[in-house]
Nanobody, 124 residues
Framework: QVQLVESGGGLVQPGGSLRLSCAAS????????MGWFRQAPGKEREFVAC????????VSADSVKGRFTISRDNAKNTVYLQMNSLKPEDTAVYYC?????????????????WGQGTQVTVSS
């Protein structure tokens, strides 16, 4: 069993930055890939970024490439999402998720643990 708690969301102006954190409990964190997804009002949940067990492989959605960076600290059981150059279209609830295996994946159905989400609003 893995429990995930996100933090760090909030209101930011366009061009600003936020750093999301996801604290995980459970003994399997360091053995599974982790991901971030987001869901805007009226839209489906979409992939943002994912990271391998050791953090040496990351995948990002084209919409955030060059602006968002995913990282993890296995000693702290925490995964991060550094978001820079934020745009109004980045406004969404951001979810942290733990994959069912060590395999890096962008598919939501391959993640079996999800956090409660944290709201990110980009507006002037």
């Amino acid at each position: 069993q893995v429990q995930l708690v996100e933090s760090g969301g909030g209101l930011v102006q366009p061009g600003g930055s936020l750093r999301l954190s996801c604290a995980a409990s459970g003994r399997t964190f360091s053995s599974v890939a982790m991901g971030w997804f987001r869901q805007a009002p009226g839209k489906e949940r979409e992939f943002v970024a994912c990271i391998s067990v050791r953090g040496d492989t990351t995948v990002s959605a084209d919409s955030v490439k060059g602006r968002f960076t995913i990282s993890r600290d296995n000693a702290k059981n925490t995964v991060y999402l550094q978001m820079n150059s934020l745009k109004p279209e980045d406004t969404a609830v951001y979810y942290c998720a733990a994959a069912s295996s060590y395999l890096v994946t962008t598919t939501p159905t391959n993640y079996n643990y999800w956090g409660q989400g944290t709201q990110v609003t980009v507006s002037s």
